[in-house]
Every structure is written in structure tokens, then in C-alpha cells.
């Protein structure tokens, strides 16, 4: 009997004692099980094993591998007795832990000594131009992929080639499902991230590709740091069993996730690209940090944390697109979705000043009441907690002495905790701060869309509606 597999190949052969039999060659590969049409004559008692390999590099989505079920049936049908080996369970806690002070080039090294042609580094386009420039150091072979949501920046896309050429490499690219992007925008438009946040755009553009991808392989590397978002990375391990997403074999604990950079400081990792003198994106010379897609990504002030320039319109909790959801700091939430800290009552307010009005719950409800409004008002909706509302406050302030005795009355309301929910269904509330304008002779306050909330801004949008 002859058995043929695709990167290994055995054949048995086998008779009778009373005489020789012709046997069917049968043909394993990876995905059919089917017998050839030419008889093998052998003499007794024979048993040949040849021995061929070959390095095949493996797309990122592979089809699905071979019918265990039929591997079996036709192992314990034609192959003899083999004792069966115990698999070694590698303890990846251990494991970080004595890489817990190496540096990011020696965990580059044991991560593609380990897995070979089965890990990829996942390039983002930023300044994970690190990871490759490490792999390429290490002498060793290496694939990298990326995620093309298909809403990057120009100046991205430039980026990209100018990795490959400077590697000599070719970037895998994985790409959302079509239909499922058409979907989307056809139900919600080409922004609806804006009113209901980033989560499901993510997920269509990002997390369903990266899980094609990642089914592919048995680990990935990431350039994740702990300094990157302290509220939600600052555990991140250097190397870790994957708790989210599957790797080739399938099932739980699948895939190993590297990350050869948590412990590196961004200055440091900045540091190195310059000594490197490798391609950056042209982004982070006008301010860009973290870069992501491009209406989801804009420069950052000079102080400010780097994933402030991501969903700058949410919560700073929010900050994360599900590609690493099984290393964000879980923390106490309420019934309101707010952190605890953020419902406590003690949290200093904002917005303080003798030209802006304290609205409540009943105030609000008034005001979206046409018999009870006789004169124009400007509100923000805000949380104390928010460093966004915090970031805005001087400008509001001045807006409100520049008000003061023009008949437009500026007002702030505190939409978080108990009044969220009202003020999402009843005041167009998205994520803080949101700006009303409440004109005197219409029923329905307009929202200020425009994330730019300089006085200069504010007040144009006040003289073009008032």
C-alpha cells in the first residue's frame, strides 16, 4: 500500500503470503483523498519510506486544511502501529517572564527562531516600521502583513511602498469583505462612526480581516506598547497565548501573540527609527502619532498622549478598535456605561463662570419646548471627567463674555450619569462634549458637527444661525 502526503511522503508496501497483490496508490494532499489509477507490484514483505520536503510559504488565509476525519480512517487502516508522542505544552508566562527585560531585538529573534514561516509581524503604517526593521536585523527570515481598510491616508499608502523597497519585502495586504462594507454604508452611510461610534466600522474593516489573516498562521507580532495607553495596555506581556483570536490549528490557545516593544518607551522606539534611518510616514511630521484611518486620525497638540489623536470624539476608554481587545484593562462600569470614577458626584466641575448658565433635567426640557424659549441659547453637553470638555473649557468661557448682553444665553449640562441616556435619545448626544444651538424661532436645536471648538469657530457658527 503507498501513501503520499504533500510535504512528507511515505509509501508502505505490503503482501500476502500466498501471493503478490496489486495495490491502488493512494493520493493524500491537503484537501482530497482520492486513489490513482496505476497498480503498484511489489514483492513481500518490502517496506520502502522515502522522505521529501519542501518550504511552501503559506498564504495569510489559507483554504481549509485536510479532512482529519479521512486522515484518520486511512491511517488505521493501512498504516501500522505507532506509539503515540506526548506534545509539550510551552508555558508562555514563563516564558514572558525570562524575556521580561530583554530587549525588543532578542524577543524579534526567539519569536522567528520558534515559528519560522508560520509568524508574521503586523505592520500598521506607523511606527511598527520598528518591528521590521528588528526582524531584518536578526538575519533571519520574515513575513509582514497589514490591514487595508480601504480608508487610510494617502500619505499611508506612499509609506507602504516605501517599506517594500527599502526591505526589499512584499507586504501582505488583507482587505474587508466587500459585502459587508457595502452593508454598512448603504444602512448607515459613509460616517455613522461619528453618531454611534467606531466599534462596528472597525469591526467590518479591521477585526474580520485580521481574523482571515491570523487563521493562517501560529503567531503573530505586534507592536504594542504599554506606554501607547496606560488605562488599557499597561498590562501587555512580551509573549502571551492569544486570548482572542485563533491561529491555524483552531480552538482556544491556538495562536501566540508577541510583542517584542511592550516594554520600550515611544521616545525610545522614535530614538531607534532615527539611528536606523528608516522610511517613516510623513504624517508624524505634521503632528500624527498614532495613525490609523483617515477620518479617524488627526494630529495631536504638543502634551498630549498619542491615542488622543484616535476617535477623538469618544470617551477616552473607548480608544481601541478590537484589534487587541483581550489586552484592554477591564475596569468597573455602572449601569450607565461610566467608569466608576466618572459617576462619582465628587469630580471637580468645569465650565465655571458667571456667563454660563447651569441647566438641568427639567431646564433641558424646557428648552426643547418652543412655548418656553424666548430667546436663543448656545449649550454644551459635557462631563466633568472628559479631557475633552476639560480641553474646551477656556474656549467656552471666552465665548460666553463675548455673549454677554447680545440676548444669546450660553448654558452647560451635565449629560453623563443618570441624564445620558436622555440626552442621547432627546439631545442628539454622541460623545462630549456635544454643542447645541437652540434658535429662537425653531422647534429643533442644531448640533455644532464641526470638531473644531476655538472661540473663533464657536462664534462663527453662533453669527450664522442667530
Known amino acids: 500500500m503507498a501513501l503520499a502526503v504533500t510535504s512528507s511522503s511515505i509509501a508502505i508496501s505490503s503482501s500476502s503470503s500466498s501471493s503478490l497483490r496489486a495495490e491502488q496508490v493512494v493520493q493524500l494532499n491537503t484537501t482530497t483523498f482520492q486513489p490513482s489509477d496505476r497498480a503498484h ?29 479521512i486522515v484518520t480512517s486511512a491511517a488505521t487502516t493501512f498504516a501500522p502501529d505507532v506509539m503515540e508522542k ?15 527585560n530583554s530587549s525588543p531585538l532578542e ?52 509609506f507602504f511602498d516605501a517599506v517594500e523597497k527599502h526591505y526589499n519585502i512584499r507586504i501582505e495586504y488583507m482587505f474587508p469583505d466587500s459585502v459587508e462594507v457595502q452593508a454598512l454604508v448603504r444602512t448607515k452611510g459613509l460616517f455613522s462612526f461619528y453618531e454611534d461610534g467606531h466599534q462596528e466600522c472597525c469591526r467590518v474593516r479591521k477585526v474580520r480581516p485580521l481574523r482571515r489573516a491570523l487563521k493562517g498562521l501560529r503567531a503573530w507580532i505586534t507592536g504594542q506598547r504599554k506606554d501607547q ?31 517584542p516593544v511592550a516594554n ?24 500624527y502619532v498614532s495613525i490609523g484611518c483617515e477620518p479617524c486620525t488627526r494630529a495631536v497638540l504638543p502634551g498630549q498622549h498619542e491615542r488622543e489623536g484616535r476617535w477623538w470624539w469618544e470617551d477616552a476608554k473607548a480608544k481601541e478598535c478590537g484589534l487587541h481587545k483581550g489586552n484592554i484593562k ?26 454660563i448658565l447651569t441647566l438641568t433635567r427639567p431646564g433641558m426640557e424646557n428648552l426643547l419646548k418652543m412655548e418656553g424659549r424666548k430667546d436663543p441659547w448656545i ?58 444651538f437652540f434658535p ?21 457658527f453662533v453669527n450664522a444661525l442667530r
Open 41 to 69: 507490484l511489489v514483492s513481500p514483505t518490502i517496506l520502502s519510506l522515502s522522505v521529501k520536503r519542501s518550504v511552501v510559504v503559506k498564504a495569510l488565509n489559507p483554504e481549509s486544511r485536510r479532512n482529519d476525519a
Open 86 to 100: 506526548s506534545v509539550e505544552v510551552e508555558d508562555f508566562e514563563k516564558l514572558a517572564k525570562d524575556l521580561e
Open 107 to 158: 524577543i524579534m529573534d526567539k519569536a522567528l527562531e520558534k515559528y519560522g514561516n508560520d509568524i508574521a509581524i503586523a505592520f500598521s503604517g506607523a511606527e511598527d516600521v520598528a518591528l521590521i526593521e528588528y526582524a531584518h536585523l536578526t538575519g533571519r527570515p520574515y513575513r509582514v502583513f497589514s490591514l487595508d481598510t480601504g480608508r487610510l491616508n494617502p500619505e499611508t499608502y506612499k
Open 229 to 259: 495607553s496606560p488605562g488599557t495596555r499597561s498590562q501587555v506581556p512580551v509573549v502571551q497565548v492569544d486570548p482572542v483570536f485563533e491561529g491555524l490549528d483552531g480552538g482556544s490557545g491556538s495562536l501566540v501573540k508577541w510583542n
Open 264 to 287: 520600550v518607551a515611544g521616545n525610545d522606539i522614535w530614538n531607534f527609527l532615527r539611528t536606523m534611518d528608516v522610511p517613516v510616514n510623513s504624517l508624524h511630521a505634521q503632528g
Open 330 to 355: 477591564e475596569e468597573s462600569v455602572n449601569a450607565n456605561g461610566n467608569d466608576t470614577l466618572h459617576a462619582n458626584a465628587s469630580v471637580s466641575d468645569i465650565f465655571n463662570s458667571n456667563d
Open 379 to 436: 449649550v454644551v453637553l459635557y462631563a466633568p471627567w472628559c479631557q475633552f470638555c476639560q480641553a474646551m473649557e477656556a474656549s467656552c468661557v471666552e465665548l460666553a463674555e463675548k455673549l454677554g448682553g447680545s440676548g444669546m444665553k450660553v448654558g452647560k449640562f451635565r449629560a453623563d450619569g443618570d441624564e445620558k441616556a436622555f440626552a442621547q435619545q432627546e439631545l442628539q448626544l454622541g460623545s462630549f462634549p456635544t454643542i447645541l
Open 440 to 460: 429662537k424661532h425653531s422647534s429643533r436645536p442644531i448640533k455644532y458637527s464641526s470638531e473644531k471648538r476655538d472661540v473663533d469657530s464657536l462664534m462663527a
